[in-house]
């Protein structure tokens, strides 16, 4: 079977390649350099620069997993807006335009199309997006252009995944910066309110179901997540414990971007493979620590 996997040397992009590669040839296409390993072909090109290797790597491909983009929902800065219209939005219609209507795509949307849950209410995939900021607005519109695939009879799945965390995480996501904080004895930063939740999901668990939406015949929208939520208050006291360390918390304004409680609704996900991602927090905390330290593990840049 031929796969490619776009946005490869990404957090989420890297772990998958891991988990494909064991099984067989993979070509990752990133502009980033990818380090090597068994079974993976890499390509370094930007999805925009009309590279032949992109194109014809997507044109034969038999699964095409769309993980590339521009990630952080809080990015501030000068020109952002634009930069995400086109890693998302143009790089997706670039996707789109290459890959044959019957070849199997994989497109990662986000949970933040949603712009939150309710408390105690998972959001399900028929809900009605409200997204917050130029982030969520550009997955909606990745989702709409992939709608339209969908509608002219072409085999395309939207994965909408909830808050991924795990080795190889980013460095300003939220368990990264608590990780490094509590190490180097500074307070804790909880945006908004310690009583605010998460839907949090191994990346493990999380490459194992796009690796199994790969092979499953389905197409729409389906939320990736657990189904379960944690507190900022858990999650800060479970990295002081899983480091041996007393944490202290700082709780300053959340930016209007970030959404108070995100809470999936499994249910089609269970549906389509018949297991939902469960999350140990603290072993995934253990894991998450431990590969900060190691530079074949910990991100990239």
């Not at 980033?32 to 992109?54: E, I």
Request: proline share 6%; charged share 25%; with cysteine.
């Amino acid at each position: 079977m031929r796969v490619v996997v776009t946005g490869a040397a990404g957090f989420l992009g890297r772990a998958l390649v891991r988990r494909l590669a064991g099984h067989g040839t993979v070509v990752g296409i990133d502009r980033a350099a990818q380090a090597p390993q068994p079974g993976l072909v890499p390509v370094t090109a930007d999805l925009l620069d009309g590279d032949p290797l992109v194109h014809e790597a997507l044109a034969d491909a038999d699964v095409v997993f769309h993980l590339a983009g521009s990630t952080d929902v809080r990015d501030q800065r000068p020109g952002v807006a634009e930069r995400r219209y086109r890693d998302n939005v143009l790089a997706t219609e670039a996707v789109l335009h290459a890959v044959p209507m019957h070849t199997r795509l994989l497109v990662t949307s986000s949970s933040s199309v949603y712009g939150g849950s309710r408390p105690g209410r998972p959001s399900s995939e028929g809900d009605t997006p409200r997204p917050r900021g130029s982030y969520a607005g550009s997955k909606l519109a990745v989702e709409r252009r992939c709608a339209l695939r969908h509608a002219a009879g072409g085999d395309v799945l939207v994965v909408r995944p909830f808050t991924v965390a795990g080795e190889g995480q980013r460095p300003g996501m939220g368990l990264a910066r608590w990780i490094e904080s509590a190490r180097a004895g500074r307070p804790l930063r909880l945006l908004g309110s310690p009583e605010r939740t998460r839907d949090l999901t191994d990346v493990m668990q999380v490459v194992r179901a796009l690796a199994e939406l790969g092979r499953v015949e389905s197409t729409g929208t389906v939320n990736l997540g657990t189904g379960a939520c944690h507190s900022l208050a858990e999650m800060a006291r479970t990295v002081g414990r899983v480091l041996g360390v007393d944490v202290v918390t700082d709780v300053v304004p959340a930016p209007q971007v970030d959404v108070a409680h995100t809470l999936a609704d499994t249910r089609r996900l269970r549906e389509l493979l018949g297991w939902v991602p469960r999350t140990d927090l603290a072993e995934l905390i253990a894991r998450q620590a431990a590969a900060s330290t190691d530079p074949v593990l910990a991100p990239a840049g």
